[in-house]
């Protein structure tokens, strides 16, 4: 049973561009959740999604948006990038209010 | 809303030595709380949990009590090995909401030396 896989690993954009992360959550699981992680702190949660909505949000600006797929996977996308986007990105799935299981998570370089 | 503390942010132990942290949080009304493992270049690993219903639960020589009174629960690693070496972090979903996200602590940094 594969756990949660995150596309691609790593990713290096320019200031100003678009990014697009990908993450297919454990297999049986409805729930996605995208949390950014900087480099010595700990995961700063972004936004869940369940049946194709989003479900909560954390303080984070509207460039960042999601989306979830009729099969639970889930996008991630980040419009007009800055440096201080640079993070580990990680995105974790549970089933409802279960467990939340992390995948290896993408490490985006703004440069 | 929900703030979450961890202590110590780093920990140097023996191997064999036992390692704990603490976490404090804010909401009385949390009811879930777990621990996530998380070593270099990887993702975090949920490695123990606990609900309020509880005040303690183990898994081999790790273990988490609960305090709800107090609003803290801690992780605790007997017999520690060079492989416990990693970043630590409790975490605690606001209570009340309908989704599942979770406010993690800033991490402690665990290191065992042979």
């Not at chain 1, 995208?34 to 194709?52: C, D, K, M, N, T």
């Not at chain 1, 479900?55 to 639970?72: E, M």
């Not at chain 2, 309020?52 to 690693?77: C, M, P, W, Y």
Request: glycine content about 8%; proline content about 5%; some cysteine.
């Amino acid at each position: 049973d594969a756990g949660v896989t995150q596309s691609p690993t790593h990713l290096i954009k320019t200031r100003g561009q678009q990014v697009t992360l990908r993450c297919s959550p454990k297999s049986g699981h409805d729930t996605v959740s995208w949390y950014q992680q900087a480099l010595g702190q700990g995961p700063q949660f972004i936004f869940q999604y369940y049946e194709e909505e989003e479900r909560q949000r954390g303080n984070f600006p509207d460039r960042f948006s999601g989306h979830q797929f009729p099969n639970y996977s889930s996008e991630l996308n980040v419009n007009a990038l800055l440096l201080g986007d640079s993070a580990l990105y990680l995105c974790a799935s549970s089933l409802a209010l279960d467990e939340a299981f992390f995948g290896q998570g993408t490490r985006l370089t703004v440069v | 809303g929900e703030n979450v503390e961890q202590h110590p942010s780093t920990l140097s132990v023996q191997e064999g030595d036992s390692a704990v942290i603490k976490c404090t949080y804010s909401d009385s009304a949390s009811n879930y709380f777990p621990w996530y493992k998380q070593e270099l270049g990887k993702g975090p690993q949920l490695i123990i949990d606990i609900r309020s219903n509880v005040g303690e639960k183990k898994d081999q020589r790790i273990a988490v009590t609960l305090n709800k009174t107090a609003k803290h629960f801690s992780l605790h690693i007997t017999e520690t090995q060079p492989e416990d070496s990693a970043v630590y972090f409790c975490a605690v979903p606001p209570a009340n909401q309908a989704g599942t996200a979770l406010i993690f602590g800033k991490g402690t940094t665990l290191s065992v030396s042979s």
